[in-house]
């Protein structure tokens, strides 16, 4: 599970702006010897607006119609070979907005691999982890993370990023690691205002802390923090698992969360009937998960399986007690007017 933008889109307008403004426009001298230079400085600024309008939440429907328009102008423009890496980056991180994600990861590596330190490169580094992540190359998407938090210095700009590289480490089997990750971020959001966005990215923490545990052998840490996970995530309860912000990859991962949530509180259910429809849940959770899982030989199909056969043992537990259970009674009443 990862968070696909850090609170609503302050991350990127932060970036992009700072991007934008950190380099000057050329002087009049500058242009002489370089004509060129203005149209590219010119055509930079008006890419970062289409960008930062795309990454608006509510206005993304009018953003993603500039982007199309935007990845037209830049590849006319020659942008993936312009000696101004700022357009390279631009161009990588259109594409990662059009979900082309494979183009977005060779333009910014392309471009990452001549200019690592530039002024611009902070938002490029943590865009190619998105693209990497999407693409499943979490080798890549590993160092993009690590290369973005080396110089963002802000909390609230750093804690999506550990919070993602916490899952990257999981999938690449470093559970020690992740499990530190999502800690960290609990931590660093502990000092942060009590915003919406804080909170949301407490709980999505606490989810992965959850599942990293269970997969690291700590079955009574991993529902403790499971349960937890569903009180943080509000009145969605593990609705908050299918947010637009947040994505999964393989897809089916998220199944493995919904499964350990409805585990963790099933034991706290206020009757049989409740009981029984989580245990079902959880059944049917992590059956889709064997499902998505069973053809790529998947490291985690043992734990998955124990987990499909107890709730299935569960399930017929609570079914036997649902059975036995008295019926609401239905007072039929005369009804005037």
């Known amino acids: 599970m990862r968070r696909a933008v850090v609170f609503g889109a302050a991350l990127g307008l932060a970036l992009s702006a700072g991007a934008a403004s950190a380099d000057p426009s050329p002087s009049m001298w500058e242009s002489a010897k370089d004509p060129g230079a203005r149209a590219r400085e010119e055509l930079h600024a008006d890419m970062q607006r289409r960008i930062m309008l795309a990454r608006l939440p509510l206005l993304r429907g009018v953003g993603q119609q500039t982007l199309d328009g935007a990845r037209v102008r830049l590849e006319e423009a020659g942008a993936r070979e312009s000696s101004d890496v700022r357009l390279r980056f631009d161009l990588g991180t259109v594409y990662e907005l059009l979900d082309r994600h494979a183009l977005a990861r ?6 990452l691999a001549i200019a690592p330190d530039h002024t611009a490169a902070e938002d490029a580094w943590i865009t190619l982890a998105f693209a990497c992540g999407k693409l499943g190359d979490h080798t890549c998407e590993r160092r993009a993370y690590n290369a973005f938090l080396a110089s963002a ?3 609230s700009h750093r804690v999506t990023a550990i919070l993602n590289l916490a899952e990257t480490e999981m999938h690449l089997g470093r559970l020690a690691e992740a499990i530190d990750g ?10 942060l205002p009590n915003a919406p966005g804080v909170q949301t ?7 992965g802390l959850a599942v990293a545990l269970d997969r690291h052998g700590d079955p009574l840490g991993a529902l403790r923090e499971a349960k937890l996970a569903v009180e943080r995530s509000g009145v969605d309860g593990m609705g908050l698992l299918r947010s637009p912000s947040v994505f999964y990859v393989p897809d089916y991962e998220v199944s493995w969360y919904e499964g350990l949530g409805a585990m963790a509180v099933a034991p ?15 059944e049917r959770s992590f059956d889709r998960w064997i499902t998505g899982a069973e053809p790529k030989h998947d490291r985690w199909l043992p734990l998955a399986r124990a987990h499909l056969a107890r709730a299935r043992e569960e399930r017929k537990r609570a079914e036997v007690r649902k059975a036995r259970e008295p019926r609401p009674r239905v007072v039929d009443e005369d009804v005037t007017f």
């Open 182 to 191: 999502y800690r960290d971020v609990m931590r660093i959001c502990n000092g």
């Open 201 to 207: 990215t407490r709980a999505l923490a606490t989810w």
């Open 153 to 155: 210095t802000e909390d």
């Open 106 to 111: 060779t333009v910014l590596s392309e471009a």
């Open 268 to 282: 706290t259910a206020k009757s049989a009937t409740e009981a029984w429809d989580l245990w079902r849940f959880a």
